[in-house]
């Protein structure tokens, strides 16, 4: 939160502290430029009306952040998922809604570039993902292209459970895409919808699974549903329907069937959603602190912070605070193909840590700071109801990182119980 003070907000990750590249430095830094002068005067109309943050899309074309994970060979920045990470955060602490977004458009970057680059593919595979890829890359840097990511299907799909329903059926010179997305997030405002299907054969298998980046204006998509939710307004995450939606073989995102070796080898991918809440967390600290101090914008100067019980729960909110954090960034240090099996444990434990401490921290925030602070004129209510989102996101929920936890704790791959 900028509060009255005119300097600029401290890093989430000071560098020094924690040992930043030079990338991630830069990038963190340009985030938080971005955020603090820009999106967190913007963050209450998006919330209120419930419309995409388009002007803070045209300002992250500008500065070049569309392209982040667009590999340097393509002329992108090149990030890493980790580089990403830190840097989503720091959006997140001023419009959650721009950060998870962000993170769908970021994802078919991130999936096609490095992480893509990880996983095995025959020789003839690789070329083409290389040319398909450039088309790509080259729509987002030169034109601002927005990519939405929807592949939740309202069952055991998104989940991880099953095959997905959108079904990808082979015509000549491409596939016809059949089917029903829910929860789209950027429905009617992204230029393309990477979605996530599975061709259409007698026996439907998750080893099918294709990835198609499919122009938003094609014949046959619809949009459907109204968009008044709790959280994450910004995010128009309407449902879309698919009606033999043509597309030519170049509009595959990936190879079939990388999707799915990039599921079993690359797990770290799903912990894409945590930088948005990671900010929210952030953010709530931060708030209760200034206003504690009296120094929230558009508050009285009356300071609060001389009282015990706001003392420890300040330091309770710390505490959690710096363990969140600390899960986190080690997550993402292991973050790679192939993670040993305490690697992927590590990943459920943070996603969970990170989706429900951040609801804690803006709930004892709300606690701690008292009735004045849920103004809808501030903040802090608005980071409250953003956060609660985070636990529901697939395929990774709360529940769903509980279950894989406690099984994968007492359980071998393999093992049984006679
Ligand atoms: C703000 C917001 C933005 C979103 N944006 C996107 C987006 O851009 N793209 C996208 O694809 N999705 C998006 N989602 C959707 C999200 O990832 C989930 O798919 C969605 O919240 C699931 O809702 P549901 O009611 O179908 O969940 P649930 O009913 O909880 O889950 C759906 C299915 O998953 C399985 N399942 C769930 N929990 C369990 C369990 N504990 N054990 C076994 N099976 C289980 C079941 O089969 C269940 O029917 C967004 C959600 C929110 C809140």
Redesign the pocket.
């Known amino acids: 939160m900028a509060g009255n003070k005119i300097e600029p907000d401290k890093p989430m990750f000071d560098p020094d502290s924690w040992g930043l590249t030079k990338q991630q430095t830069d990038l963190t830094a340009l985030a938080r430029k971005l955020g603090q002068e820009k999106f967190a005067g913007r963050a209450e109309k998006w919330d209120r009306e419930a419309i995409f943050p388009m002007a803070n899309y045209k300002d992250l074309h500008k500065s070049g952040l569309l392209g982040i994970c667009i590999p340097k060979k393509y002329k992108g920045l090149g990030a890493d998922q980790k580089t990403y990470a830190l840097t989503a955060a720091e959006i997140g602490r001023y419009c959650g809604a721009t950060a998870?977004t962000w993170n769908?458009h970021v994802a078919s970057c991130l999936w096609t570039g490095s992480l893509a680059d990880d996983l095995p593919m025959s020789r003839e595979q690789r070329k083409n993902h290389n040319r398909r890829r450039g088309i790509h890359y080259e729509r987002i840097l030169k034109k601002g292209a927005i990519y939405?990511?929807?592949?939740?299907e309202?069952?055991?799909a998104?989940?991880g459970?099953r095959p997905f329903g959108t079904l990808a059926t082979k015509v000549e010179g491409g596939w016809l895409i059949n089917g029903k997305?829910?929860?789209?997030?950027?429905a009617g405002s992204a230029d393309y919808y990477g979605v996530l299907c599975t061709e259409d054969k007698e026996i439907l298998s998750r080893k099918d699974t294709m990835y198609f980046g499919i122009p938003a204006n094609a014949t046959g998509i619809t949009i459907e549903g109204d968009w008044d939710?709790l959280?994450?307004r910004g995010?128009v995450?309407r449902n879309l329907i698919f009606e033999n939606v043509f597309v030519p073989e170049d509009a595959a995102l990936m190879p079939k069937g990388i999707y799915f070796e990039a599921v079993v080898r690359w797990p770290h991918m799903f912990t894409s959603l945590t930088p948005s809440y990671m900010g929210i967390a952030q953010a709530a600290y931060d708030f209760t602190v200034n206003y504690l101090r009296g120094e929230v914008e558009g508050t009285p100067p009356v300071k609060r912070r001389m009282y015990p019980t706001k003392q420890h729960a300040v330091a309770e909110m710390r505490i959690m605070l710096e363990q969140t954090k600390a899960v986190w960034f080690q997550m993402l240090n292991d973050a790679k193909p192939n993670p040993s099996k305490d690697e992927v444990l590590r990943a459920y434990v943070a996603q969970y840590t990170v989706m429900e401490n951040s609801n804690e921290l803006a709930q004892l925030a709300i606690r701690t700071c008292g009735g004045q602070s849920i103004l809808k004129s501030l903040p802090l209510e608005r980071l409250y109801r953003d956060s609660r989102?985070g636990g529901?996101?697939?395929p990774w929920?709360s529940?769903?990182c509980i279950?894989k936890l406690g099984r994968e704790c007492l359980y071998e791959r393999g093992e049984e119980d006679d």
């Open positions: 998870l769908m939405a990511q929807p592949f939740s309202g069952g055991a998104a989940a459970f997305k829910i929860f789209a997030s950027l939710p959280g994450m995010t995450s989102c529901l996101m697939l929920t529940e769903l279950d």
